[in-house]
């Protein structure tokens, strides 16, 4: 009888999710990758962290590989929501979007390092979601508006966001795995006028007019 109490005491003390357990065990999932990357999550620490069995958390996600996937695609949604927001900022001319938006993709790779990695850990499936929750997407949503304003031509256009991407992600690798001096990481970090990353964000967008001479080339953000 008093193990048959003990045993009601116990599970008392774990924490019910009243239905949201799937929700906290993502969010324990995506405390561990903020943590340590992608290859910190794993699920039986996610139970644990949760107060659930392991039985209980693959109820919800069936493997490791589930369970990261699922982190992945909240990470992206972040990546998203963060340069979305930047580029929403102010009055902005199609180049000051674009230039916003290569801003906040590597401004977020510094703040968090652990979930730009799980955004990009090679997963089964691909990102579900709508175009404004991927990051890709709202880099070809700024190319297209430097288009409409006449600065890129369709053909400057073809290709352009695996030219902006490949630049403002090869900086924040960069900066994440210290390959950089202390003072230029720094500047990138402080996003001062004249940075790494301001330079770079500037060769972007002179280099994609330059290939379409015959759009209005106007500099201006």
């Known amino acids: 009888m008093a193990a048959d109490v003990d045993s009601v005491n116990s599970r008392a003390k774990r924490p019910y999710h009243h239905g949201r357990l799937r929700e906290a065990l993502l969010e324990g999932a995506l405390a561990l990758a903020q943590e340590g990357g992608p290859a910190a999550v794993g699920v039986r620490e996610v139970a644990r962290r949760a107060g659930v069995s392991p039985t209980a958390a693959y109820r919800h996600f069936s493997s490791r590989e589930d369970l990261v996937t699922a982190v992945r695609d909240e990470a992206m949604l972040q990546l998203a929501a963060r340069m979305r927001a930047e580029a929403a900022e102010g009055e902005r001319s199609a180049a000051g979007a674009l230039r916003a938006t290569g801003a906040a993709y590597v401004q977020f790779a510094l703040d968090e390092p652990g979930l730009f990695r799980a955004a990009f850990t090679p997963c089964p499936t691909p990102p579900g979601g709508t175009e404004e929750d991927d990051p890709y997407a709202l880099l070809g949503a700024a190319l297209d508006g430097l288009v409409d304003e006449g600065r890129l031509t369709a053909e400057g256009r073809t290709g352009a966001e695996q030219v902006a991407w490949a630049c403002v992600h090869g900086v924040a690798q960069l900066v994440l795995e210290g390959q950089l001096p202390d003072e230029v990481e720094q500047a990138v970090r402080e996003r001062r006028p ?27 953000t």
């Open 194 to 220: 004249g940075s790494l990353l301001d330079r770079v964000l500037d060769v972007i967008r002179e280099g994609l007019v330059a290939s379409s001479p015959t759009a209005t080339a106007s500099s201006s």
